[in-house]
């Protein structure tokens, strides 16, 4: 998901003509899912065959099903899309075999030093990166605007030949030839737009927005998630002269699948059919891990809603051994935001790291303030500045960014002062846009401060400050005949005096489908990543843009899994995250706490950063893992009271859920969090030693205020017999608490590894001072 944020989407509904003995018939039709649960066959073609054999007992004839079939889900899961009128789905859902019929849905999209920030310098002999030889032969799956394989972020010199298990294929199409386009690094290429279509009712060029019926990518977040993952060495790359040096994804070595399921309207727009589609695929052509940088909007479907798409798709990939990762979305500071929820899948949110893009402001009385920017044009020496101001009892409001009237005598030649409260890029960019039809020079914005920025226009200055800052310019306006400032280029900083933050864009906890579950999983670098995109994008420089969202973060931690899985080919997608999870860093590299943004800004707790910054090369050797597997992930389905039948066809096995339903908090996750903690609360974990078989472990617990905790066992021992071992943890209250989360953290450690988990819990016991007269 782009930082950017995209409007809703109408849904267009597409029309097509039946012919009937009695004449023409104009019939209303949409795009809907068919889900029919696991593989009832091994054989793709008869799946697909008993799918047409379905679809015309509705429509009456095969030859009219195949015409209205858009999709034959055959190989992760069985199901179809078509295009189906309402009393058709219906008579679809009565049907024998079949688990729900859902309409389509429309998905959003959610953008180098973050490698050396995050401890994988190339420069290390000792380090995961290397350990892990870059990822080698590993294949990650990216769904997303497809690639610009022509970007040197994507040579596949000095690479090994494809690997053996590799089913997929590339497929030509618009300006894309899968002989000459497709390498040893882009080892696959499709595309998948028929859900699309179906929705969006007309010639997908008609947006204004160029596109290709190919996997060619026009967008440009394709290219840049895929390069952030697993993109090649490129030297001497900067964004026009920023953030200089080289450019890699986090494995190198890795292979790429490109599936390309979101297309160049409105910002990004991708159909659950095709996400469905593209999952189907990549199981059977086996890929090791995917990354999706696509999110829906709040409220969420269910787990087992096929309209999410993400979380089907996402559930029969894990059973297979692929892990997901996700965006936790940009829909951020506010709560209950996070998106991307099922404990089967990856969620990331996004973080700054420790470079920055300082611009200086100089006043005309020789005062000189810090902004930031991405302004690389020449220093244009002292200008005028301005401030709009209205006449009447609101002379601010002249003066809002997303609102702003200038008078252009005024202007013209000069820099412009303006203030906002809104977070969204469109105010700057509709107030840049105001400031240059008018004549002005310059643009500087008042802000809640974020680290997040992306320039206005091709070399105009726009500079960013807090309201400290703007509101010292406007007094130096307001006290001064002739007020003058000079905006010089932006330059690039990087050290330790820069804290580690999640960004203000980035969606927070708790989860809103199940509280008990912590949501986001990780964070990582997200904010002004560069990396290669489209060279159609129209901030693009020779082929590389700054990009900020959790789009950018998800391709981190996909990289990261990859040398995960390529030096522990064997451990499940629930292993590595654990490994993930437990081995994060909860302060900066610096080692100074990580902050959140927001109004105000805060230390950050597990809903903001889930278990902290994810730090490669100590997940690389964890020591202990929580696990899971099907299993697994059927009890957390049963503990939200999902239907017995529904659950049943999802994971292709007979399922009876007990009753009473089992205790969510009881899933074994690497993290604990209780959403409603009245009195006392015991819940069940289990680790499985992955490191010296031999090995003894402690518990060390972080108390949150006003609880008690106790662990039993509090020594773990592990011999070359006993590699598995359950423990129980107990929450009660001490005291009475105000409502609200505290947050602690359970770490083992045997003196070599340290295996944190966050605890996270709700009290819902009022401080008795509240429930008496003394307010």
Same mark, same amino acid.
């Given at each position: 998901?782009?930082?950017?944020?995209?409007?809703?989407?109408?849904?267009?509904?597409?029309?097509?003509?039946?012919?009937?003995?009695?004449?023409?018939?104009?019939?209303?039709?949409?795009?809907?899912?068919?889900?029919?649960?696991?593989?009832?066959?091994?054989?793709?073609?008869? =799946?697909?065959?008993?799918?047409?054999?379905?679809?015309?007992?509705?429509?009456?004839?095969?030859?009219?099903?195949?015409?209205?079939?858009?999709?034959?889900?055959?190989?992760?899961?069985?199901?179809?899309?078509?295009?189906?009128?309402?009393?058709?789905?219906?008579?679809?859902?009565?049907?024998?075999?079949?688990?729900?019929?859902?309409?389509?849905?429309?998905?959003?999209?959610?953008?180098?030093?973050?490698?050396?920030?995050?401890?994988?310098?190339?420069?290390?002999?000792? &380090?995961?990166?290397?350990?892990?030889?870059?990822?080698?032969?590993?294949?990650?799956?990216?769904?997303?605007?497809?690639?610009?394989?022509?970007?040197?972020?994507?040579?596949?010199?000095?690479?090994?030949?494809?690997?053996?298990?590799?089913?997929?294929?590339?497929?030509?199409?618009?300006?894309?030839?899968? /002989?000459?386009?497709?390498?040893?690094?882009? *080892?696959?290429?499709?595309?998948?737009?028929?859900?699309?279509?179906?929705?969006?009712?007309?010639?997908?060029?008609? /947006?204004?927005?160029?596109?290709?019926?190919?996997?060619?990518?026009?967008?440009?977040?394709?290219?840049?998630?895929?390069?952030?993952?697993?993109?090649?060495?490129?030297?001497?790359?900067?964004?026009?002269?920023?953030?200089?040096?080289?450019?890699?994804?986090?494995?190198?070595?890795?292979?790429?699948?490109?599936?390309?399921?979101?297309?160049?309207?409105?910002?990004?727009?991708?159909?659950?059919?095709?996400?469905?589609?593209?999952?189907?695929?990549?199981?059977?052509?086996?890929?090791?891990?995917?990354?999706?940088?696509?999110?829906?909007?709040?409220?969420?479907?269910?787990?087992?809603?096929?309209?999410?798409?993400?979380?089907?798709?996402?559930?029969?990939?894990?059973?297979?051994?692929?892990?997901?990762?996700?965006?936790?979305?940009?829909?951020?500071?506010?709560?209950?935001?996070?998106?991307?929820?099922?404990?089967?899948?990856?969620?990331?949110?996004?973080?700054?790291?420790?470079?920055?893009?300082?611009?200086?402001?100089?006043?005309?009385?020789?005062?000189?303030?810090?902004?930031?920017?991405?302004?690389?044009?020449?220093?244009?020496?002292?200008?005028?500045?301005?401030?709009?101001?209205?006449?009447?009892?609101?002379?601010?409001?002249?003066?809002?960014?997303?609102?702003?009237?200038?008078?252009?005598?005024?202007?013209?030649?000069?820099?412009?002062?303006?203030?906002?409260?809104?977070?969204?890029?469109?105010?700057?960019?509709?107030?840049? /846009?105001?400031?240059?039809?008018?004549?002005?020079?310059?643009?500087?914005?008042?802000?809640?401060?974020?680290?997040?920025?992306?320039?206005?226009?091709?070399?105009?200055?726009?500079?960013?400050?807090?309201?400290?800052?703007?509101?010292?310019?406007?007094?130096?306006?307001?006290?001064?005949?002739?007020?003058?400032?000079?905006?010089?280029?932006?330059?690039?900083?990087?050290?330790?005096?820069?804290?580690?933050?999640?960004?203000?864009?980035?969606?927070?906890?708790?989860?809103?489908?199940?509280?008990?579950?912590?949501?986001?999983?990780?964070?990582?670098?997200?904010?002004?990543?560069?990396?290669?995109?489209?060279?159609?994008?129209?901030?693009?420089?020779?082929?590389?843009?700054?990009?900020?969202?959790?789009?950018?973060?998800?391709?981190?931690?996909?990289?990261?899994?990859?040398?995960?899985?390529?030096?522990?080919?064997?451990?499940?997608?629930?292993?590595?995250?654990?490994?993930?999870?437990?081995?994060?860093?909860?302060?900066?590299?610096?080692?100074?706490? *990580?902050?959140?943004?927001?109004?105000?800004?805060?230390?950050?707790?597990?809903?903001?950063?889930?278990?902290?910054?994810?730090?490669?090369?100590?997940?690389?050797?964890?020591?202990?893992?929580?696990?899971?597997?099907?299993?697994?992930?059927?009890?957390?389905?049963?503990?939200?009271?999902?239907?017995?039948?529904?659950?049943?066809?999802?994971?292709?096995?007979?399922?009876?859920?007990?009753?009473?339903?089992?205790?969510?908090?009881?899933?074994?996750?690497?993290? =604990?969090?209780?959403?409603?903690?009245? &009195?006392?609360?015991?819940?069940?974990?289990?680790?499985?030693?992955?490191?010296?078989?031999?090995?003894?472990?402690?518990?060390?617990?972080?108390?949150?205020?006003?609880?008690?905790?106790?662990?039993?066992?509090?020594?773990?021992?592990?011999?070359?017999?006993?590699?598995?071992?359950?423990?129980?943890?107990?929450?009660?209250?001490?005291?009475?608490?105000?409502?609200?989360?505290?947050?602690?953290?359970?770490?083992?450690?045997?003196?070599?590894?340290?295996?944190?988990?966050?605890?996270?819990?709700?009290?819902?016991?009022?401080?008795?001072?509240?429930?008496?007269?003394?307010?």
């Amino acid at each position: 998901m782009s930082k950017s944020k995209v409007p809703s989407t109408p849904v267009l509904v597409m029309l097509y003509l039946v012919f009937v003995l009695n004449g023409l018939i104009l019939v209303t039709a949409k795009v809907h899912i068919v889900y029919l649960g696991e593989r009832q066959h091994d054989d793709p073609k008869l =799946i697909t065959d008993a799918h047409h054999d379905m679809l015309a007992t509705v429509v009456g004839s095969k030859e009219l099903a195949s015409e209205l079939m858009v999709y034959s889900y055959k190989h992760g899961f069985s199901g179809f899309a078509a295009k189906l009128t309402e009393a058709q789905a219906q008579q679809l859902a009565e049907l024998p075999g079949v688990i729900r019929v859902v309409p389509n849905s429309l998905h959003r999209l959610q953008t180098t030093r973050s490698w050396d920030y995050l401890g994988l310098s190339s420069h290390s002999s000792s &380090n995961v990166l290397h350990n892990s030889n870059m990822g080698n032969g590993v294949i990650i799956g990216v769904l997303d605007t497809g690639i610009w394989p022509e970007s040197k972020a994507f040579s596949d010199e000095g690479l090994e030949p494809i690997p053996s298990r590799w089913k997929g294929l590339c497929q030509s199409g618009d300006q894309f030839n899968a /002989s000459t386009h497709c390498n040893r690094k882009i *080892i696959g290429a499709r595309w998948f737009v028929n859900g699309f279509l179906a929705e969006y009712g007309k010639p997908l060029n008609t /947006s204004g927005d160029q596109e290709f019926f190919s996997p060619r990518d026009a967008n440009g977040h394709g290219t840049h998630t895929s390069s952030t993952a697993a993109g090649s060495f490129v030297h001497n790359v900067s964004y026009k002269g920023l953030g200089f040096g080289n450019v890699r994804g986090g494995a190198p070595r890795a292979r790429l699948a490109i599936y390309k399921v979101c297309w160049n309207v409105l910002g990004g727009q991708c159909a659950s059919a095709d996400i469905l589609k593209a999952f189907d695929e990549a199981i059977h052509d086996r890929v090791d891990v995917l990354s999706l940088s696509i999110g829906s909007a709040i409220p969420l479907f269910s787990d087992v809603d096929e309209r999410d798409g993400i979380a089907t798709g996402s559930f029969h990939a894990v059973a297979r051994g692929i892990t997901v990762v996700c965006g936790a979305a940009n829909e951020g500071p506010s709560a209950q935001t996070v998106q991307n929820t099922a404990p089967w899948i990856l969620t990331v949110a996004a973080s700054t790291m420790d470079r920055a893009f300082p611009s200086t402001i100089t006043l005309g009385n020789n005062r000189t303030l810090v902004g930031q920017a991405v302004f690389t044009g020449k220093e244009s020496g002292f200008t005028g500045l301005v401030y709009p101001e209205a006449a009447g009892l609101d002379p601010n409001s002249a003066g809002v960014c997303q609102a702003l009237s200038l008078n252009a005598t005024k202007v013209a030649g000069k820099v412009v002062i303006c203030f906002t409260s809104v977070t969204s890029r469109v105010a700057i960019r509709s107030a840049a /846009s105001i400031v240059q039809e008018a004549g002005g020079v310059g643009l500087i914005v008042v802000k809640n401060p974020t680290d997040a920025f992306s320039p206005c226009t091709e070399n105009f200055p726009c500079v960013e400050v807090d309201y400290e800052v703007g509101t010292q310019i406007l007094f130096y306006i307001r006290s001064t005949k002739s007020p003058l400032v000079k905006l010089s280029p932006s330059r690039t900083f990087v050290g330790k005096p820069l804290l580690a933050k999640v960004a203000f864009f980035s969606s927070r906890g708790p989860n809103s489908i199940a509280p008990a579950i912590l949501k986001p999983d990780i964070t990582a670098p997200g904010v002004n990543i560069l990396a290669a995109t489209s060279p159609l994008h129209r901030l693009a420089d020779n082929g590389y843009v700054l990009f900020s969202g959790t789009s950018m973060a998800t391709p981190h931690v996909s990289g990261i899994v990859a040398l995960v899985k390529a030096l522990h080919p064997d451990w499940s997608p629930a292993a590595i995250k654990s490994a993930l999870i437990t081995t994060a860093r909860r302060n900066g590299p610096s080692g100074f706490p *990580i902050f959140a943004e927001g109004s105000p800004q805060k230390l950050a707790n597990p809903f903001d950063f889930g278990g902290g910054i994810v730090n490669p090369n100590e997940a690389a050797d964890p020591g202990l893992i929580y696990d899971m597997n099907t299993a697994d992930y059927i009890y957390y389905l049963c503990a939200m009271e999902y239907n017995n039948t529904d659950i049943s066809r999802l994971t292709g096995q007979p399922t009876m859920c007990p009753d009473p339903k089992p205790s969510m908090l009881d899933i074994n996750l690497p993290s =604990i969090t209780i959403p409603s903690l009245r &009195n006392s609360v015991t819940i069940t974990r289990t680790v499985t030693n992955v490191g010296n078989s031999k090995s003894v472990y402690r518990a060390v617990i972080e108390h949150l205020f006003g609880t008690m905790i106790s662990v039993q066992p509090n020594v773990l021992v592990f011999n070359a017999t006993n590699q598995k071992i359950s423990f129980r943890v107990t929450i009660s209250t001490s005291h009475e608490l105000i409502a609200g989360y505290y947050f602690g953290s359970l770490t083992w450690t045997d003196g070599v590894h340290y295996v944190r988990s966050p605890l996270s819990v709700r009290t819902d016991v009022l401080l008795s001072y509240y429930m008496t007269d003394h307010y």
